[in-house]
Structures are given as C-alpha cells and as structure tokens.
C-alpha cells in the first residue's frame, strides 16, 4: 500500500492524516525526547481501520524536532522517535505541551492506493 495526499482535513479528523492533534485516550502525556527531554513532534496517525478493516484502534507517530538530526530520530531504539497503538477510547483530542516543533504547520488527509507491482507498471 501506497499512502498519498488527499487533501486538507479538519486538525483533530478521525481518520489517517498527517499533522494536527492526535486523537488520544484519557490520561495520554505528551511524548518527550529520551535524548534531549524535548517535547516530541506529532507527524500522523493511521487508522487501522485503512490497514484491517476489522481494527478500529489508532497508530500515533511522533518524532524528536527539537535540534535535528542531533536526537537519533533516525535510530528506531534511539529515543528520538515513538509510536503509540491506541484502542476505540483514543477520540480525546490531546493538549500539545506548548513548546516549538509539537506540531506540523500543515494537516493533510491521506488515502491508501495499492501500490503496482514491477510488471502491472511495466504494463501500463
């Protein structure tokens, strides 16, 4: 699957998007940087739903903006990026701490298009 842009969406949208507040469930903290102890930056949510239409939970990423490249937000088990699998109780929408780089300037829909295989785009 192949995620793509599909417009702009409301900030606090229930569906796959990039930017925004994440949808959360109660009592959800703010993520911060193992590295530098920065509040961390909310890039997307998934549906799962758009994944396995059976699963109605919420996958949240985030990632260390606070000195880039500096925080390992390249390095999975670095501290410098997390990512959150909520269930049906994730519909809060959470309070950003109020630091720089919590949130992306812009949020966008994204919509799933099966990617092709080498030889359908060969074909087409």
Do not use: H, K
């Not at 409301?10 to 993520?31: I, M, N």
């Not at 949510?45 to 396995?52: E, K, M, T």
């Not at 699998?85 to 309070?95: M, N, Y």
Request: overall charge negative; aromatic content about 8%.
């Amino acid at each position: 699957m192949l995620m793509i842009y599909d417009g702009p969406v409301a900030p606090d949208a229930p569906g796959t998007r990039t930017g925004g507040l994440p949808l959360v469930p109660p009592a959800f903290e703010w993520p911060r940087c193992r590295e530098c102890d920065g509040a961390m930056q909310f890039l997307a949510q998934v549906s799962l739903a758009d994944i396995d239409p059976g699963d109605d939970g919420l996958l949240s990423i985030f990632m260390c903006a606070n000195d880039p490249g500096l925080c390992d937000e390249w390095d999975a088990a670095g501290g410098g990026n997390r990512a959150f699998v909520f269930g049906a109780d994730a519909v809060g929408v959470a309070e950003p701490p109020g630091e720089e780089f919590t949130l992306l300037a812009e949020t966008s829909g994204v919509a799933f298009e099966e990617e092709l295989s080498d030889e359908d785009y060969l074909a087409a």
